[in-house]
């Protein structure tokens, strides 16, 4: 029996899709920016058609000479938003038909009876920043005086989300968590979707560093998502990186939270041969997004498509006969691009498997073409959205 192997490059795009005007993010087009700036050296996913399919998406082949050995194409979200959840679910088969709640850009940019309540509950002495906010850049304009004062640091961005920020010592890890806790029993009325902890440590601004105890509180699918049906059946499904945290631990298996490029590319070459006959392992790697992608830099995204690029060399080897590799991405994160939040762009469809030829799927109109596929190869399903391509 099959096994589907699920990568997800967290902040990948192939290029803004058509409704980007209406996100602010028309011209964004993360690997073909970058590759036109930095000229990865990535020759495993150009093997899979990642050129060719940034030429389905509507950009240029930088790889026009390779020999593609995988089945290759893009896709276009129908959910109306750019974050993470939303590309997730989309992939899993469950599209939103709805928007998330957003805030607005104002200080507070948090309704204040909101904020009143959570520093009520939580015995607060207040809040710092209350806006929107880049989340590296605002410990560092916030952390000194959050460390003096004990107010915790909110904010938000262009996504459905409440981050809050705090020392793991000063302020305490479990405290931080039981705000977030708070937070997101208060925000089921505003809609959003995610409340997200950023703990992290150090003594001044030019030593904070956020941590690998980051913890997302988010709220349930609206319908089963392929791990669910997958994990009704009884198959193995293992789930590493925040994969867990994305769908509320809703038929997410056998969760290993980890944080940080090599151990996630270890962690997942390590698990990879442990997958049983009809399983399902999905990877979220973060660090495109968090690392680069947000910090706008677009130099440190290059080098890690390479590093990636190599890892990945070693992980296709370790495929049995029966087994696919899919990669993909949840939204784009344009390095080059204005701001600091994700942009809206089509993303890649890569597929690798021993029996199949290689050629084009074309440009899919759903990302949940992605996992109704995927749920085909694991006869199971079929998935409330999407097309088996």
Same mark, same amino acid.
């Given at each position: 029996?099959?096994?589907?192997?699920?990568?997800i490059?967290?902040?990948?795009? =192939?290029?803004?899709?058509?409704?980007?005007?209406?996100?602010?993010d028309?011209g964004s087009?993360?690997?073909?920016?970058v590759?036109e700036?930095?000229?990865?050296?990535?020759p495993h996913?150009?093997?899979? +058609?990642?050129?060719?399919?940034?030429?389905?998406a509507?950009g240029?082949?930088?790889?026009?000479?390779?020999?593609?050995?995988?089945?290759?194409?893009?896709?276009?979200?129908v959910?109306?938003?750019?974050?993470?959840?939303?590309g997730?679910?989309?992939?899993?088969g469950?599209?939103?038909?709805?928007d998330?709640?957003y805030?607005?850009?104002?200080?507070?940019a948090f309704?204040?009876s909101?904020?009143?309540?959570v520093?009520?509950?939580?015995?607060l002495?207040g809040?710092?920043? =209350?806006?929107?906010?880049?989340?590296?850049?605002?410990?560092?304009q916030?952390g000194?005086?959050?460390i003096?004062?004990g107010?915790p640091i909110?904010y938000?961005?262009?996504d459905?989300?409440?981050q809050? /920020?705090?020392?793991?010592?000063?302020?305490g890890?479990q405290r931080?968590?039981?705000?977030?806790?708070?937070?997101r029993?208060l925000?089921? /009325?505003?809609?959003?979707?995610?409340?997200?902890?950023?703990?992290?440590?150090?003594e001044?601004?030019?030593?904070?560093?956020? *941590?690998?105890?980051?913890?997302?509180?988010?709220?349930?699918?609206?319908h089963?998502?392929l791990?669910?049906?997958?994990?009704d059946?009884?198959?193995?499904?293992?789930?590493i990186g925040?994969?867990?945290?994305?769908y509320?631990?809703?038929?997410?298996?056998?969760e290993i939270?980890?944080?940080?490029?090599?151990?996630?590319?270890?962690?997942?070459f390590?698990?990879?041969?442990?997958?049983?006959?009809? +399983?399902?392992?999905?990877v979220?790697?973060?660090?495109?997004?968090?690392?680069f992608?947000h910090?706008?830099?677009?130099a440190?995204y290059?080098?890690?498509?390479?590093?990636?690029d190599?890892?990945?060399?070693?992980?296709i080897?370790l495929l049995?006969?029966?087994?696919?590799?899919?990669?993909?991405?949840?939204?784009g994160n344009?390095?080059?691009?204005?701001? *600091?939040d994700?942009?809206?762009?089509?993303i890649?469809?890569?597929?690798?498997?021993?029996?199949?030829? /290689?050629?084009?799927?074309?440009l899919?109109?759903?990302?949940?073409?992605?996992?109704?596929?995927?749920?085909?190869l694991?006869?199971?399903?079929?998935l409330?959205?999407?097309t088996?391509?």
């Amino acid at each position: 029996m099959s096994r589907v192997y699920l990568f997800i490059m967290d902040g990948f795009g =192939l290029g803004h899709a058509p409704d980007a005007a209406a996100f602010g993010d028309e011209g964004s087009n993360t690997f073909g920016n970058v590759a036109e700036i930095h000229a990865p050296h990535i020759p495993h996913l150009a093997s899979l +058609g990642l050129g060719a399919a940034a030429l389905v998406a509507g950009g240029v082949d930088p790889f026009p000479t390779a020999k593609i050995i995988g089945r290759y194409g893009a896709a276009t979200e129908v959910s109306r938003g750019k974050d993470t959840i939303t590309g997730h679910w989309e992939i899993a088969g469950v599209p939103l038909d709805k928007d998330w709640g957003y805030f607005p850009q104002t200080i507070p940019a948090f309704p204040q009876s909101f904020l009143d309540e959570v520093i009520k509950r939580c015995t607060l002495p207040g809040f710092l920043c =209350l806006g929107h906010a880049s989340g590296t850049e605002v410990i560092e304009q916030f952390g000194e005086e959050h460390i003096k004062s004990g107010k915790p640091i909110i904010y938000t961005s262009a996504d459905s989300v409440i981050q809050i /920020a705090a020392h793991e010592k000063h302020f305490g890890l479990q405290r931080l968590y039981d705000v977030c806790a708070v937070a997101r029993e208060l925000s089921f /009325a505003l809609n959003i979707g995610r409340v997200i902890a950023r703990p992290f440590v150090g003594e001044t601004a030019q030593t904070f560093e956020r *941590t690998g105890n980051r913890k997302d509180y988010s709220v349930l699918p609206p319908h089963p998502t392929l791990l669910d049906v997958l994990s009704d059946v009884g198959r193995d499904v293992v789930c590493i990186g925040k994969i867990g945290d994305i769908y509320a631990h809703s038929g997410t298996g056998r969760e290993i939270k980890v944080s940080g490029m090599d151990v996630l590319t270890q962690t997942t070459f390590d698990e990879m041969p442990k997958l049983k006959d009809g +399983g399902f392992l999905m990877v979220n790697f973060v660090n495109f997004d968090t690392d680069f992608g947000h910090r706008r830099d677009a130099a440190g995204y290059s080098r890690l498509l390479e590093y990636f690029d190599l890892w990945l060399g070693k992980a296709i080897a370790l495929l049995a006969p029966d087994d696919h590799l899919v990669i993909t991405a949840d939204h784009g994160n344009d390095p080059t691009f204005k701001g *600091t939040d994700h942009t809206r762009e089509r993303i890649p469809v890569l597929w690798l498997g021993s029996k199949q030829k /290689a050629g084009s799927v074309g440009l899919r109109k759903s990302f949940a073409d992605i996992g109704q596929t995927i749920a085909g190869l694991l006869g199971v399903g079929p998935l409330k959205a999407g097309t088996n391509f």
